[in-house]
């Protein structure tokens, strides 16, 4: 085996290592291949080999991303879909995974926020915890239309 053969498998070896720890998107894995020092070429080989070998899929990485950012950092859909697209992932890909998030889930998710927000605020005007609540959901992520629905129930729950 040459120098080259053998620093090739080594990069092959790092790189599924790194696609095996968690789920990586391709513009991840570009990244640290470019980091370890692979041409472009090299580059090129190595996604397609890790893309044929399972270790790196896109379609799944935008899916469990969007599950796990919305049950654990309880962003919104507008949030999960700008990070993705900051990783290079394809809208279609996006909206597929964004399917993966449950509406129900979804609302009674925004009104557990909202109602932790709108409680947090106590003794302010209700004017000024409508705003801050919107803004703060608004900040997460969440769809405006459906933030100013929950705040307006909230809202008249509690008056």
Not at 49 to 73: C, I, M, V
Not at 131 to 139: D, E, P, R, V, W
């Amino acid at each position: 085996m040459t120098s080259a053969e053998s620093a090739f498998n080594q990069l092959q070896q790092k790189a599924a290592r790194f696609c095996a720890w968690r789920e990586r998107c391709s513009s991840e894995v570009e990244e640290k291949l470019r980091q370890l020092g692979a041409s472009a070429a090299q580059q090129k080989k190595l996604i397609q080999w890790l893309q044929q070998e399972g270790y790196l899929n896109d379609a799944r990485f935008a899916r469990s991303f969007a599950r796990g950012k919305f049950a654990n950092n309880h962003w919104g859909r507008i949030r999960i879909a700008m990070e993705l697209k900051a990783r290079h992932i394809e809208n279609t890909t996006i909206e597929e995974a964004l399917i993966e998030i449950s509406e129900n889930q979804y609302l009674q998710t925004m009104e557990k926020i909202c109602n932790r927000k709108w409680e947090e605020l106590e003794g302010k005007e209700n004017f000024e915890r409508k705003q801050k609540t919107a803004a703060y959901l608004a900040g997460k992520g969440y769809e405006l239309n459906l933030v100013w629905q929950i705040v307006e129930k909230i809202a008249s729950q509690n008056r």
